[in-house]
């Protein structure tokens, strides 16, 4: 059974920098597609970084370009996401899932994580 997990979310000031790690279990994330996404609260669920199956390709959303840097780590299962000079509009529950196409709407994702809060203070 597949089973993503993400870790380090957490509360920071503005400005700050956090480093989010999704890690699989039943399945090695180097098979597939994987994006993160966040949900704010009241909102709907916002496409933010892709990584490819083989880490060759990435695309961010606009919101996040220059500022979130997604990476995997396939010896580790991992894929990571970077992120730095936070805002508060970067304040939401963020999920990996894992997808068989290199997308950006959710729908083609069909294995995903509980999610991980990540705050960010003004």
């Known amino acids: 059974q597949v089973q993503l997990v993400e870790s380090g979310g957490a509360l920071v000031q503005a400005g700050g920098s956090l480093r989010l790690s999704c890690a699989a279990s039943?399945?090695?994330?180097?098979?597939?597609?994987t994006g993160w996404f966040r949900q704010a609260p009241g909102k709907e669920r916002d496409f933010v970084a892709v990584?490819?199956?083989?880490?060759?390709?990435?695309y961010y959303a606009d919101s996040v370009k220059g500022r979130f840097t997604i990476s995997r780590d396939n010896a580790k299962n991992t894929v990571n996401l970077q992120m730095t000079s936070l805002t508060p509009e970067d304040t939401a529950v963020y999920y990996c899932?894992?997808?068989?196409?290199?997308?950006?709407?959710?729908?083609?994702?069909?294995?995903w994580g509980q999610g991980t809060q990540v705050t960010v203070s003004s």
């Open positions: 990584i490819s199956w083989s880490g060759g390709a990435t």
């Open positions: 899932a894992q997808s068989p196409k290199y997308s950006v709407s959710d729908k083609e994702y069909n294995y």
């Open positions: 039943g399945r090695s994330l180097s098979s597939y597609n």
